[in-house]
């Protein structure tokens, strides 16, 4: 079946959230592979070599270049990031980043480790002049951390950038959930960080 990009004027016109110091953060259920922001955001492990869950959508759709340019990126520090090409995604980068996995830290220092995810692959999309940007919910599957929780931390950390770092750089950001919890536990916190500011 073919697949169909969802563009980002329709994600800007049909799912924003909220504009946020001239950076337009929008909320949106589905496939992350399908967006055609100019980055995506890929929950990886700390090989960087593929797994399951979004990461193994996220290879599927790029086809096996990505991997193959995977191998030479040397892993990647549990909230740190990389980046790569997007090959047969219609995403022209993919910024690869390791979420903590719930259970092997104290709360602080998962919600730390998480905000790194976040800010790191914000930083790493600006220095590749990348002015749109989706994140999938960063250690929310398989790495166990609370839905709820993940949320904030990931709009929290969206504001912070655009507050300290972004000069007007990222133009889009989207949260690209998957679940229906997660798009409840985003609706909450991104009016609780955006439009009570
Ligand atoms: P992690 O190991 O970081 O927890 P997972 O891939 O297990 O990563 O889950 C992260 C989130 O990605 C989960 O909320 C899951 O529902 C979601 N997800 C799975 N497939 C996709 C997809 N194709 N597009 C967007 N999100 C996805």
């Known amino acids: 079946m073919p697949r169909t990009p969802i563009s980002l004027s329709t994600l800007r016109s049909a799912h924003l959230a909220a504009t946020y110091k001239g950076t337009n953060v929008i909320l949106y259920q589905g496939d992350i592979t399908l ?32 991997l193959r340019e995977c191998r030479t990126l040397g892993g990647c520090s549990t909230g740190k990031a990389k980046s790569a090409e997007g090959y047969n995604l219609f995403a022209k980068k993919v910024i690869l980043t390791a979420g903590p996995k719930y259970w092997e830290f104290s709360p ?10 976040y800010l790191e692959s914000l930083r790493e999309a600006k220095r590749l002049g990348s002015h749109s940007i989706s994140f999938p919910c960063i250690s929310a599957g398989v790495y166990g951390y609370p839905g ?23 133009k889009d950001v989207v949260f690209c959930v998957f679940e229906e919890s997660d798009k409840t536990y985003y609706e909450s916190a991104l009016r609780a960080a955006f439009q009570a500011s």
């Open 35 to 66: 967006l055609d922001t100019h980055a995506i955001v890929n929950a990886a492990n700390n090989s960087l070599l593929g797994g399951g869950g979004v990461d193994g959508a996220i290879h599927r759709a790029a086809g096996k270049e990505l």
């Open 148 to 170: 709820k929780e993940a949320a904030k931390v990931a709009c929290e950390s969206i504001k912070k950038f655009i507050e300290t770092e972004n000069n007007g750089i990222i």
């Open 108 to 117: 602080q220092r998962a919600k730390e480790l998480l905000e790194g995810c």
